[in-house]
């Protein structure tokens, strides 16, 4: 049986402006649906290579170096130009010097003499079904100002910043903006810098808009086929997207990696389209975003009112001297053992942030002498999602954990108290957001924010502060 012929007159509108002409191959709509909008590594895709090979021998694919060396090295998959951050070796594959990016090395490794393979194809099976909006709730009148203006922005395709308080209600100021943009047949993603947060809105956004497809994107996901209309990711995982999304959200937009990395910076831009617009939020913009907001003119929404408009909690001081010695010594410090009892006497959830992976595990083991429920979480715990979820539930007390968890999160009556406030890692915008835990539902308002610490730091007086001023505006 004969192939039949597709004409690249036909194809001509979708392809613009390269013009190429497919022969023998219909695509299959699994092919379709997982490349569009993506770049992916041509020898670890999800699909047999055989296939693979014979799509691009029919021209649906393009294909790029994964690593180019001239005029300076430069990784094509997460843009990174960072000239220390490639490692030259000897390639057993092609028997030549090789180079291959530090930056994206966790979506595996790429050298020089591989490609990357990005979808050149007509789209005929991508479909996009009509969102069903689900959510019932109710904006306040700030809120409700906020999306408006967010909306209003994103159809006039200019940048928005939605600078507001922890608990301000950030993602159902998004619902309205992104139930539009599906409306009219928008891809949309939401990026954010960290994991815990793809899983805390990926639930969420489950139950708002139904009858479409979502992806939730971070390391360790499992690939899906299917075409989505709704991407969350971290921003790690845009590295592997390429002028895909009509509007581009990026959540928690101060946070570490993101604000410091420009190689993840270029990526939000790589994967969405070029006229595409981009709304940023956080409660701790940094200066470079503010002016760079003023600078172009961009969208602004400012909330310095939680949801329930109760006042957020203001961290309470509490000196913890040589508090590393003892627990070194294999004892909890007492102020701080007397907080923890106080916790568990009253049936209240905790988070107890500690600045280094080591402190908190030598930690870890005294405090389950006394609760053993009591657990660790650290950004390389596989089961940290667990963890939480069971913290959520009442099935633990409470957990010891890095910054890891200072965003994103939301658990009833948290109490949160910080061991070491005074390290460097904890930062005034990273203080702010881990005092932003606490008093989050209208039902426990209130809560306790300690910051332990072995002398006050300049950022610890900063992020106080900062909270009293929110808690001044009307």
Known sequence: MKHKKIHSIHLKKEISPRFITYYGVIPEPKIENFFTGRIWSRHNTPFPQAIINTYITHNYFAKIPAVTTTPKLKCNRCLNETQHKFISFHCAKCQQICHYCRHCITMGRMCSCEELITWAGPSYSVKKAAPHFTWTGKLTPQQQKAAHALNESLQQKRNHLIHAVCGAGKTEILFAAIHKALQQNKRVCVATPRTDVVLELYPRFLQVFQNITIHALYGGAEPNSQFAQLVLATTHQLC??????DVMIVDEADAFPYTYDQALQSAVLKAKKLDAPTAFVTATPSTKLLNQRQKEGWGYSFIARRFHSFLLPVPQYQPLWNYEKAFKKNR???????????????????????PTIDLMERAVLLFQAIEQTIESVHSEDPMRKEKLLQLRNEQRKGLLTTTILERGITIKNVQVAVVGSESPIFTASALIQISGRVGRNPQFPDGQIVFFHHGITLEMDRACKKIREMNCYE
């Open 240 to 245: 592997r997207f390429e002028q895909a999304f």
């Open 332 to 354: 909890i410090p007492q102020k701080l053992l007397h907080w923890v009892n106080k916790r568990l006497e009253n049936n209240e959830p905790f988070l107890i942030f500690f």
